[in-house]
């Protein structure tokens, strides 16, 4: 099918609510890729750090692009040994910028373990504490560290809020992250035929905890797997979720744009906001 078959709907919107676009994969073409997404009827789009170098980059897309793309500030972990006190420090700082709206991505990922598992939790306690102390939410990064993750909420994160970022466990998982009030965000993982246990996750879901975003440059959905993922692929994540709720294109897209709204404290959408301005990187 053409990219041009799926080309949203006049008033619809969506909001991808985790893209890196801050990172080197875009560096030849960011701009083009971020105005391919708006044309497409993408109109929000969270950038999340991966460290402070990431977190910093993000924050400048933020101010280039206001009220369209918005920053998480985190250090991920894979990097969790590069948070030193004055990178923590640094975060703090960088966290109050305009148009940060979330602590993120930070989390444990045991399946690579890139990071020492100490090393990660301390990250990980480090930021959680943060988020609580600035009150904004958490993108977490969850991976083969699921009761970890539920212990670390359980003792850091009393109060707060946020979301289990590409959610790929099941419906026991997802009941852990619901019931510590917790949104789940969907990403190209509910787009591949085998993923079962997930397709019923996404159709079960409450409607008002769900999210869809692409982790780009990564997790590309069919069709364009093996090529780099972009924002306005957010629109076959929507589709699939559509799909597998039995609503229309266009109610999900409502849904998740008001849950992204609520769970990131956006500002209202003003119809004006189609110019861009370019980001100096
Ligand atoms: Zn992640
Ligand atoms: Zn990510």
């Known amino acids: 099918m053409p990219w041009d078959a799926r080309r949203l709907g006049g008033d619809s919107v969506l909001t991808d609510t985790h893209a890196h676009v801050q990172m080197h994969q875009f560096a030849r073409d960011r701009e083009d890729v971020i105005a391919a997404a708006f044309a497409d009827g993408i109109a929000r789009i969270v950038v999340p750090g991966i460290d402070l170098e990431t977190s910093h980059a993000a924050v400048a897309l933020a101010a280039a692009h206001p009220g369209r793309l918005f920053a998480g500030v985190g250090t991920h972990p894979h990097d969790a040994a590069t948070l030193t006190a004055e990178a923590l420090a640094g975060q703090r700082t ?23 598992r100490q090393t ?14 600035l009150d904004l939410p958490v993108i977490l990064h969850n991976r083969e560290s699921h009761a970890e993750m539920l212990a670390m909420l359980r003792e850091h994160g009393h109060g707060l809020r946020g979301v289990f970022h590409c959610f790929i ?14 949104h789940l965000s969907f990403a190209g993982p509910v787009a591949f035929a085998k993923n079962v246990e997930l397709a019923e996750v996404a159709a079960w879901a409450p409607a008002e905890r769900i999210l869809v975003e692409t982790d780009s440059p990564y997790l590309t959905p069919p069709p364009f797997r093996g090529k780099r993922n972009e924002p306005r692929h957010v629109a076959l994540v929507a589709r699939r979720v559509a799909e597998l709720r039995g609503l229309r294109f266009e109610e999900l ?4 744009t008001r849950n992204a709204n609520t769970l990131f404290r956006l500002p209202d959408l003003q119809p004006q906001e189609g110019v861009t301005q370019h980001a100096s990187l």
């Open 169 to 182: 466990g099941d419906k026991a998982m997802a009941q852990d992250a619901l019931d510590l009030g917790f």
């Open 94 to 116: 960088l966290a109050r910028a305009p148009g940060v709206v979330a602590i993120g991505e930070i989390g444990l990922d045991f399946y690579r373990n890139l990071s020492p």
């Open 120 to 133: 990660q939790l301390d990250a990980l306690a480090a930021q959680l504490t943060l988020a609580r102390e």
């Open 253 to 256: 897209t409502e849904l998740t």
